[in-house]
């Protein structure tokens, strides 16, 4: 017999926020110890997010991280609003970040674009930085 899907959830039923307490990493000594919660929690976020480049570890889902090896060797006018768009695409598959804006770049004498942005998250704004090398 196939259960019927009625009476399993009643129709008020509201799906929370996804909880933000993680385990705390320590970036410095490469540990992780203690735990961070909301804004910190987002910074950490953030952080992974932009330092997993995208279809390169088979522990992530297709979707996480970011793309950007293939940027080596672009011309600077291509690169930085392409990186912004790839900022952009992959911290918002996070339900908790809302935009992604203020984007700032700047050219290095040693052939990288950094990139300085504001995450905009339901904690609170996050400042945010990517470096990429061309």
Known sequence: ????????LPRDFVIEEQPS????????????RGFADKQEAMKQTVY??????????????????????DLYGEPVTYVCPELERRITEAL???????????????????GAVHAAFTVNTIYGAVKAQKEVNI
């Open 1 to 8: 017999m196939i259960p019927s899907t009625s009476g399993f």
């Open 21 to 32: 307490l993680t385990y705390k990493m320590d970036l410095e000594g490469d540990s992780v």
């Open 48 to 69: 992974r997010i932009l330092n997993t480049e995208r279809y390169q570890f088979v522990i992530y889902p297709w979707y996480y991280g970011i793309e950007t090896l």
């Open 92 to 110: 918002l598959t996070d339900t908790r970040i809302r935009s992604v804006t203020d984007f700032e770049f700047d050219l290095d004498g040693k």
